[in-house]
């Protein structure tokens, strides 16, 4: 059963730190990891989608990286503002599952000025 | 871009009450999703469906059933209502095609009293 964890739950930076927030999963035969935003009492919105081919996606300022066969992917936050506080979710997709995501709990993030 | 409409942000029902929960999306998506959302338990699968009338279980299909009559609507029942189902609820659609992004819908908070 694949299982996927984010650490740490929660982190708190001073504006225009770069930062880095983790995710591991247990089964590495997977179609894509997803990293997806959620704003307080909001949906998530999806910010990034590696597929299992890939290494790494780019969009402004987030950068995610994926290595599979270790079970980790890595998403890259430059020159962190205050509305980058949010809640980080990271998600696979695994073979065999259709289009059914497994979801880490998240990673609570506080950008401070 | 795709938009995905839940008709209520928050919901208070009676224990045994019926209970449904609508959901609308606007791309001519395939799959549509409904998740529950929980502190420390993360997103969990309850039920999905890959076509008009089309529907399999997730990970926790239990006290629910939905209906999909039209492929732009999702919709999830809540037989009887109980308080272990006070949660927030997340529609989801893809397009179908493994390895799409997942598109989420701004969640329905349900309070059962």
């Known amino acids: 059963k694949q299982e996927v964890t984010q650490i740490p739950a929660a982190l708190s930076v001073p504006e225009g730190e770069n930062l880095v927030l983790n995710c591991s999963f247990t089964?590495?035969?997977?179609?894509?990891l997803q990293w997806f935003r959620q704003d307080p009492g909001k949906g998530l919105t999806s910010l990034l989608l590696?597929?299992?081919?890939?290494r790494e996606q780019t969009s402004g300022r987030l950068n995610a990286s994926l290595d599979k066969s270790s079970g980790r992917s890595t998403l890259y936050i430059a020159a962190s503002q205050p509305g980058d506080s949010a809640t980080y979710l990271c998600?696979?997709?695994?073979?065999?599952?259709?289009?059914?995501?497994?979801f880490g709990t998240g990673t609570q993030l506080k950008v401070e000025l | 871009d795709v938009k995905v409409t839940q008709s209520s942000r928050y919901l208070v029902k009676r224990t045994g009450e019926k209970v449904f929960l609508e959901c609308v999306q606007d791309?001519?998506?395939?799959?549509m999703f409904w998740y529950r959302q929980d502190p420390g338990l993360g997103l969990r699968l309850i039920y999905f469906?890959?076509?008009?009338?089309?529907?399999e279980k997730g990970d926790i299909p239990e006290g629910y059933s939905v209906s999909r009559e039209k492929k732009e609507r999702f919709s999830l029942i809540l037989e009887s209502a109980s308080t272990n189902q006070t949660s927030m609820y997340l529609c989801?659609?893809?397009?179908?095609?493994?390895?799409?992004?997942?598109?989420f819908g701004s969640g329905t908070q349900l309070s059962v009293l």
């Open positions: 469906s890959y076509d008009v009338k089309m529907k």
């Open positions: 089964d590495s035969a997977i179609y894509n």
């Open positions: 998600a696979v997709q695994r073979t065999g599952g259709g289009n059914k995501l497994t």
């Open positions: 791309m001519d998506h395939e799959n």
């Open positions: 590696i597929q299992s081919s890939q």
């Open positions: 989801a659609s893809t397009l179908g095609q493994r390895r799409e992004k997942l598109f």
